[in-house]
T-cell receptor
Framework: NAGVTQTPKFRVLKTGQSMTLLCAQDMNHEYMYWYRQDPGMGLRLIHYSVGEGTTAKGEVPDGYNVSRLKKQNFLLGLESAAPSQTSVYFC?????????????????FGPGTRLTVL | AQSVSQHNHHVILSEAASLELGCNYSYGGTVNLFWYVQYPGQHLQLLLKYFSGDPLVKGIKGFEAEFIKSKFSFNLRKPSVQWSDTAEYFCAVNTGGFKTIFGAGTRLFVKA
């Protein structure tokens, strides 16, 4: 199993350009997440999905859109990139847990995409 | 708002030293707690987790963490670190929804 993969690994954009980051998982996980990681701030949730065709906003959703047309893929789009979106982006997936809160479980992370917006 | 604090941003230890990384969270209800690790050039991966039961949790590679509800803490420990433990460590807290809050991370460097 490849686990969680992300493409591209690196990207440089100019302000105003658009791009799409692709996340794919082969573990048949129900839940998928997009995070950004900035120095001194840990990981912050951008958007997440609890199943094919569904998405929801996380902590920092502004400037991003997502789509989950297939269960194994979760796309993150930047329509008009800004320098404030320079960051490392991580995708993660998880399956249902067995505890009191079945939607809470270990997340499996991709390798990250380093995005620079000039 | 819920938050997670990791007190040490950078820690430098010599091999065989004991490790304790602090993690405190701000939420008064039921929590699910995680420690993740990111080794250089690798993905984040789970070290250990606490959902319920014994508050002393053992994880991979000799790590353990203790949940102290009265102190809102979930500190990570290892009795004797190795050079291969050099990594960044993230504490994370989930309060029951789909959103898990991560701390800012602690970079550990172990001198051989």
């Amino acid at each position: 199993n490849a686990g969680v993969t992300q493409t591209p690994k690196f990207r440089v954009l100019k302000t105003g350009q658009s791009m799409t980051l692709l996340c794919a998982q082969d573990m048949n996980h129900e839940y998928m997440y997009w995070y950004r990681q900035d120095p001194g701030m840990g990981l912050r949730l951008i958007h997440y999905s609890v199943g094919e065709g569904t998405t929801a906003k996380g902590e920092v959703p502004d400037g991003y859109n997502v789509s989950r047309l297939k269960k194994q893929n979760f796309l993150l789009g930047l329509e008009s990139a800004a320098p404030s979106q320079t960051s490392v982006y991580f995708c993660a997936s998880s399956t249902q847990g067995k505890g009191l809160h079945p939607w809470v479980n270990e997340q499996f992370f991709g390798p990250g995409t380093r995005l620079t917006v000039l | 708002a819920q938050s997670v604090s990791q007190h040490n941003h950078h820690v430098i230890l010599s091999e065989a030293a004991s490790l304790e990384l602090g993690c405190n969270y701000s939420y008064g209800g039921t929590v699910n707690l995680f420690w993740y690790v990111q080794y250089p050039g690798q993905h984040l991966q789970l070290l250990l987790k606490y959902f319920s039961g014994d508050p002393l949790v053992k994880g991979i590679k000799g790590f353990e963490a203790e949940f102290i509800k009265s102190k809102f803490s979930f500190n990570l420990r290892k009795p004797s670190v190795q050079w291969s433990d050099t990594a960044e460590y993230f504490c994370a807290v989930n309060t029951g929804g789909f959103k898990t809050i991560f701390g800012a991370g602690t970079r550990l460097f172990v001198k051989a």
